[in-house]
């Protein structure tokens, strides 16, 4: 019995031995991420700086590949696909990987069931803007102005079921506001229209509201995040500005194929966090907009467990939907 039991601990002994290098060899080939939108775009250029943190942090070359189209989907199912061995990540957004799952009826992946999640990288806030002549000056005296004349009033957006759409439909919604929704091919023409007074308010990203903003064409009312933002510290948040608790910022993450070890993802993961908020990430992501943002593995799960609860709602209220 004693030599049975001295032969199983030694069995397991080396067994440990002859997994343990294998783990801690990791990486021991160059990483892949993937993103599933076009060069130069935020998405693109924080993967891209994610990128770089790793190489600094593991000593090993990590590169990003564009897989544009269907709204980031042909990327996400080429890392769904990949072998869960570390060497293929996702850069996703918070259309990805939040909203797309209640956007497209047919979608062929499901975000906590074929993705592990490793850690949120940046927060993009979005605001709520109205025509500098709109005769409101607080987000409070905008909602009672869309009471006052119900169904008189358009709110553009940057396209139907995108981030900037969605969040004012929960905005709508909470306030019980009738305003009606113009969607546009993009932010750009959006904005346009709001300078010219062809639509009266819309929610989007400080990039595309702040510069006209500065200019007098547009008043930003109030941030739709649970904290001020550093580029614009006088307007509120939502819950200061007295229109609810509503926080909606787009964001981006990092994800692997389901199944990959636990301990590589740890090792990703503290891979970035000795280096993710650097001044130099810091300053590259406050000019997109963006904050730099790191969440555990665990805790990033969770966000997106509640961010798909969130946008699904948002969703069925807009009446948004893809085939």
């Known amino acids: 019995m004693r030599q049975k039991l001295i032969g199983g601990v030694l069995a397991l002994s080396l067994a440990v031995l002859h997994a343990t290098p294998a783990l801690a060899a990791y990486p021991e080939k160059p990483i892949r991420i993937i993103v599933g939108f076009p060069a130069g775009q935020a998405t693109d250029i924080v993967a891209r700086l994610a990128a770089k943190a790793l190489e600094t942090s593991l000593k090993q070359s990590v590169y990003v590949e564009n897989k544009p189209g269907a709204s980031g989907i042909i990327g996400t199912m080429d890392v769904v696909r990949a072998p869960p061995d570390g ?6 957004s918070s259309g990805t990987l939040s909203i797309n799952p209640s956007l497209y009826t047919k979608l062929a992946y499901d ?6 999640p490793i850690t949120e990288l940046s927060e993009v806030p979005l605001f709520l803007a109205v025509n500098g002549k709109l005769p409101v000056k607080t987000a409070s005296e905008f909602i009672s102005y869309v009471k006052a004349n119900p169904g008189k009033l358009n ?4 396209g139907s079921g995108v981030t900037s759409h969605l969040a004012m439909e929960l905005l709508k919604h909470n306030q019980d506001m009738d305003i009606r929704h113009v969607p546009y091919k993009g932010s750009p023409p959006a904005v346009a229209d709001l300078i010219g007074g062809h639509v009266q308010a819309m929610v989007d990203t400080g990039p595309a509201l702040l510069p006209v903003a500065r200019r007098g064409d547009i008043r930003i009312l109030a941030t739709l995040n649970d904290r001020r933002n550093a580029a614009v510290p006088e307007v509120p948040t939502a819950k200061e500005a007295g229109i609810g608790d509503l926080k909606t910022p787009a964001w981006v993450g990092l994800g692997a194929p389901k199944g990959t070890p636990p301990e590589i993802i740890n090792t990703l993961y503290k891979a970035l966090e000795g280096h993710w908020k650097s001044p130099e990430n810091i300053k590259v992501l406050n000019g997109l907009g963006s904050e730099a943002v790191l969440k555990d593995p665990e805790a990033f799960r969770q966000y997106i467990s509640d961010e798909i609860k969130k946008w699904k709602v948002a969703v069925d209220l807009s009446g948004a ?3």
């Open 87 to 92: 060497y293929t990540l996702l850069v996703g």
């Open 111 to 116: 975000p906590l069931r074929d993705i592990e």
């Open 155 to 158: 709110y553009g957006s940057a």
């Open 321 to 323: 939907q893809v085939n």
